[in-house]
């Protein structure tokens, strides 16, 4: 070493271990820096889908006005009958909108099995308060799932602890179910006591399995309305005959109610006396009862309602009423699901 040189007053070792620590520093604030990033990113998009499934809500919403006005175009054309005329039954109505397209889709909900006809409401009271069992209804409930193959004896006992799951008294039918039993299970639950909402709640229901329902999914709804289920026979087509079928104390073959759909004039019976003077129906001698659940139009539609914004989808069923014969106006019963009637974010 010369003489006159000066010591390193840093050694390497401590110049190393302080470009480490730097680099250290510059990694963890790169992290916390992209983090930060990626959080502004997610609530950008956030944000962005929030306001598109807003919009598209708002959507679904015109689409129902506009498929309510068109029901109560079709209701008014003739007041005395609701046809197939017009082309309307199940036809997607699209609306364009900006950025994106809503739809509605008007169905019958008149044609189906209405699950809520299990039961009674007293006159004069609205929803289950005091509701009851309606043997006529529990019966063709059971006769129907039958005619899909369910065996005799898990039919009665499926129609039966429906109707209990329903009514609000707390005595079980001879085959149904009250609060004692469903607390007896492994996953103890209480039956509702009030309406359905939706189809699906039938699988909570004692001997309901998944193969049953699925064999009955495609004819049972839920309308939120009580008293015997009623069909319009001008809208009914061949393919759902096991919902007049059913009607019939004495079986009516399928095939037969059919081919009695099938002669259905093109623009409807007019009157109930024309369709009750079918020779294979004057021969059976319908009950009065029977007869009153056959209808030339419809109180209850489904109105399916699906509106796209931003690759945002969002899609609402609503069951309808139309409420008001004689001022042709229809009425929302509010959200329910697919088949009946929820909305379902895609």
Request: glycine share 6%; aromatic share 6%.
């Given at each position: 070493?010369?003489?006159?040189?000066?010591?390193?007053?840093?050694?390497?070792?401590?110049?190393?271990?302080?470009?480490l620590?730097?680099?250290?520093?510059?990694?963890?604030?790169?992290?916390?820096?992209?983090?930060?990033?990626?959080?502004?990113?997610l609530?950008?998009?956030?944000?962005?889908?929030?306001a598109?499934?807003?919009q598209a809500?708002?959507?679904?919403?015109?689409?129902?006005?506009?498929?309510?006005?068109?029901?109560?175009?079709?209701?008014?054309?003739?007041?005395?009958?609701?046809?197939?005329?017009?082309?309307?039954?199940?036809?997607?109505?699209?609306?364009?909108?900006?950025?994106?397209?809503?739809?509605?889709?008007?169905?019958d909900?008149?044609?189906?099995?209405?699950?809520?006809?299990?039961?009674?409401?007293?006159?004069?009271?609205?929803?289950?308060?005091?509701?009851?069992?309606?043997?006529?209804t529990?019966n063709?409930?059971?006769?129907?799932?039958?005619?899909l193959?369910?065996?005799?004896?898990?039919?009665?006992?499926?129609?039966?602890?429906?109707?209990?799951?329903?009514?609000?008294?707390?005595?079980?039918?001879?085959?149904?179910?009250?609060?004692?039993?469903?607390?007896?299970?492994?996953?103890?639950?209480?039956?509702?006591?009030?309406?359905?909402?939706?189809?699906?709640?039938?699988?909570?229901?004692?001997?309901?399995?998944?193969?049953?329902?699925?064999?009955?999914?495609?004819?049972?709804?839920?309308?939120?309305a009580?008293?015997?289920?009623?069909?319009?026979?001008?809208?009914?087509s061949?393919?759902?005959?096991?919902?007049?079928?059913?009607?019939?104390?004495?079986?009516?073959?399928?095939?037969?109610?059919?081919?009695?759909?099938?002669?259905?004039?093109?623009?409807?019976?007019?009157?109930?006396?024309?369709?009750?003077?079918?020779?294979?129906?004057?021969?059976?001698?319908?009950?009065?009862?029977?007869?009153?659940?056959?209808?030339?139009k419809?109180?209850?539609?489904?109105?399916?309602?699906?509106?796209?914004?931003?690759?945002?989808?969002l899609?609402?069923?609503?069951?309808?009423?139309?409420?008001?014969?004689?001022?042709?106006?229809?009425?929302?019963l509010?959200?329910?699901?697919?088949?009946?009637?929820?909305?379902?974010?895609?």
């Amino acid at each position: 070493m010369k003489p006159n040189a000066l010591p390193n007053p840093t050694p390497d070792k401590e110049r190393g271990a302080a470009l480490l620590t730097v680099l250290l520093l510059v990694a963890v604030m790169s992290v916390i820096a992209a983090t930060a990033l990626d959080r502004l990113q997610l609530s950008t998009r956030l944000a962005a889908n929030g306001a598109a499934m807003t919009q598209a809500r708002y959507y679904s919403f015109a689409a129902e006005a506009i498929a309510m006005s068109r029901l109560e175009d079709l209701l008014a054309r003739d007041a005395a009958q609701l046809t197939l005329q017009g082309d309307w039954l199940d036809r997607e109505i699209p609306i364009p909108v900006d950025q994106g397209l809503a739809t509605a889709r008007i169905k019958d909900a008149s044609n189906c099995f209405n699950l809520n006809s299990l039961v009674i409401s007293p006159p004069g009271q609205t929803g289950p308060v005091s509701s009851y069992a309606n043997p006529v209804t529990v019966n063709q409930f059971a006769r129907m799932m039958k005619m899909l193959q369910v065996p005799e004896y898990d039919a009665d006992a499926i129609a039966q602890a429906a109707a209990d799951w329903i009514d609000s008294d707390e005595e079980p039918l001879p085959g149904g179910a009250e609060d004692s039993y469903y607390r007896g299970l492994a996953n103890p639950r209480l039956p509702a006591n009030q309406m359905m909402a939706d189809p699906s709640e039938l699988l909570a229901v004692k001997g309901m399995t998944q193969a049953y329902y699925a064999r009955m999914a495609p004819w049972i709804c839920a309308v939120p309305a009580s008293g015997p289920t009623e069909i319009n026979i001008n809208t009914l087509s061949p393919d759902q005959a096991i919902l007049f079928a059913m009607l019939f104390d004495e079986p009516l073959p399928i095939g037969e109610a059919k081919a009695i759909l099938a002669r259905r004039p093109a623009n409807g019976y007019g009157s109930l006396v024309r369709f009750w003077s079918e020779p294979s129906l004057a021969a059976r001698s319908p009950s009065p009862g029977l007869q009153g659940q056959v209808k030339l139009k419809s109180r209850f539609f489904q109105l399916q309602m699906k509106s796209c914004i931003q690759r945002q989808s969002l899609e609402i069923c609503k069951a309808c009423r139309y409420c008001n014969c004689e001022q042709g106006s229809a009425a929302s019963l509010g959200i329910g699901a697919p088949g009946n009637l929820t909305g379902n974010h895609l």
